[in-house]
C-alpha cells in the first residue's frame, strides 16, 4: 500500500516556507506522495440559497497547486505530486492542460492529477463558469486534457469546447494520471468509466461502499481492476492508532494507498505536522505492507 501526505495548507495560512519544509520532509520520511486540495475562491456561508455545505469559508488558506507543485518540484526528487482534488470545470481546460504538462516536464514524471467537482457555487459564480454544467463538462475536459497532452493538434467540438488544429506544446512525455474523486454515484460512475484511480475521503465503511460502486462501473465498462489507484484520504483519523486501524480496514477492502491528515489536531507549526508525520510512518511501517518509495 502507498502512503502519502496531506498538505496542511489550511493552518499552515500561505506561510512561505512551510511548502518547502513539509514537502522535503514527506520525501525524505519516506512518503510516497503529497497531496494538495483546491479552491481558488473562499467564501462566507451566512445567507447563501441554496446554503453552501463544505467546509472551508473565508478564513482558510489554499495555494493554487500547479505553482506549489512548480516549487516542489525543484526541491524534492521522488515524491508523487497529486491534486486531490482540482475543481477543474471551474478551470479552462487548455489552460489547465498545459499548466500540468509543465509540472509533470519539470517534476520528470511525477503529477498525479485529481480531478472532482466541488461545492462551492459562490466560487463559480467569481470564475464566470456555470454550476449547473459541472459535471458534464468535467466529463468533456477529462477526455480533451488526454488529447491535447498526445496529440500534436487537436480539432474537438463539444458541448463547452470548440478547438480548431490548434495544440499545447511542449506536451508531456506521457499522458498524466487522471483520478477521479466524489462522493456521488455519478462521480463514481466517472471513476469507473474514465478515470485512471479514485480518491475518497472520509469514513471508512462510507469510502468501502463507494469503492464497492467503483468496481462495479470498472467491470460494467469492461476495464481491469489491476493498476486502478484507489486512495482514501484519512480525514477521520485524529490519531497515530486511528491512522493505522483505518489504513489497515482500507488495505484489507483491497484500497491501494492512503493519505494521512495532520490538520486539526492541534499542530502550531510545520515542525509539529512533521513530527506527527514521522510517528505516523514509523508505526504504519511496523504493521502495514508498505509500499516501498520508487
Not at 482534488?85 to 498525479?112: F, G, K, M
Request: hydrophobic residues 40%.
Amino acid at each position: 500500500m502507498k502512503v502519502g501526505a496531506v498538505y496542511p495548507q489550511n493552518e499552515t495560512r500561505g506561510a512561505p516556507d512551510a511548502v518547502g519544509e513539509l514537502g522535503r520532509a514527506v520525501e525524505e520520511l519516506g512518503f510516497d506522495s503529497i497531496l494538495f486540495y483546491d479552491h481558488v475562491v473562499g467564501a462566507d456561508h451566512a445567507d447563501r440559497d441554496p446554503p453552501l455545505w463544505g467546509p472551508y469559508t473565508e478564513e482558510d488558506s489554499f495555494h493554487d497547486p500547479f505553482v506549489a507543485f512548480g516549487y516542489l518540484a525543484a526541491v524534492t526528487t521522488r515524491i508523487e505530486l497529486a491534486t486531490g482534488v482540482l475543481v477543474l470545470p471551474q478551470r479552462q481546460t487548455v489552460l489547465v492542460a498545459q499548466q500540468a504538462a509543465d509540472v509533470d516536464l519539470l517534476s520528470h514524471e511525477r503529477l498525479r492529477l485529481g480531478v472532482g467537482t466541488g461545492w462551492n457555487w459562490v466560487e463559480y459564480d467569481a470564475l464566470g463558469v456555470p454550476f449547473a454544467d459541472r459535471g458534464s463538462r468535467l466529463d468533456e475536459q477529462i477526455a480533451l486534457l488526454r488529447r491535447l497532452w498526445t496529440e500534436p493538434l487537436v480539432t474537438f467540438d463539444g458541448g463547452f469546447h470548440g478547438l480548431d488544429r490548434c495544440c499545447i506544446n511542449p506536451r508531456p512525455t506521457r499522458s498524466i494520471p487522471i483520478w477521479v474523486g466524489g462522493f456521488s454515484e455519478a462521480a463514481f460512475r466517472r471513476g469507473g468509466t474514465v478515470g485512471d484511480g479514485y480518491t475518497f475521503a472520509g469514513d471508512v465503511d462510507d469510502a468501502i461502499a463507494g469503492l464497492a460502486r467503483v468496481r462495479h462501473h470498472l467491470t460494467a465498462s469492461g476495464r481491469p481492476e489491476q493498476g486502478f489507484g484507489t486512495e482514501l484520504i484519512l480525514t477521520r483519523a485524529r490519531s497515530v492508532d486511528d491512522v493505522l486501524g483505518m489504513a489497515e480496514r482500507w488495505a484489507a477492502a483491497g484500497g491501494t494507498g492512503i493519505s494521512v491528515i495532520t490538520q486539526k489536531l492541534g499542530h502550531d507549526s510545520s515542525s509539529a505536522h512533521i513530527d506527527y508525520l514521522g510517528r505516523v510512518k514509523e508505526a504504519l511501517d511496523a504493521n502495514l505492507p508498505v509500499e516501498p518509495p520508487a
